[in-house]
């Protein structure tokens, strides 16, 4: 009788070690939220594309004073 324990123990071993694998659970890693097993009903998460260069405004601020230093104005133009 004790082939018979061991094997019920052997399958219930297996059968807890199947369910944890197949329920999943939802991971944060390194900053990243890995999918759970009810990712396809989950919310999408939406982040709008910023700008490709952020300091626009510095890039065009610095072109201004170059060209205010050479006696430019802000159209390229020779000032006065």
């Not at 197949?22 to 890693?29: D, E, Y």
């Not at 939220?33 to 594309?49: I, N």
């Not at 405004?57 to 230093?69: C, D, G, K, L, P």
């Amino acid at each position: 009788m004790t082939t018979v324990s061991g094997y019920k123990r052997l399958m219930y071993g297996l059968c807890v070690s199947a369910a944890l694998a197949a329920s999943g659970c939802q991971v944060n890693v390194g900053g990243q939220s890995l999918p759970s097993a009810y990712y396809l009903t989950d919310d999408v998460q939406y982040f709008a594309p910023g700008p490709e260069f952020s300091l626009a405004r510095e890039a065009a601020t610095q072109q201004v004073r170059q060209a205010e230093n050479a006696g430019l104005d802000e159209l390229g133009q020779p000032g006065n």
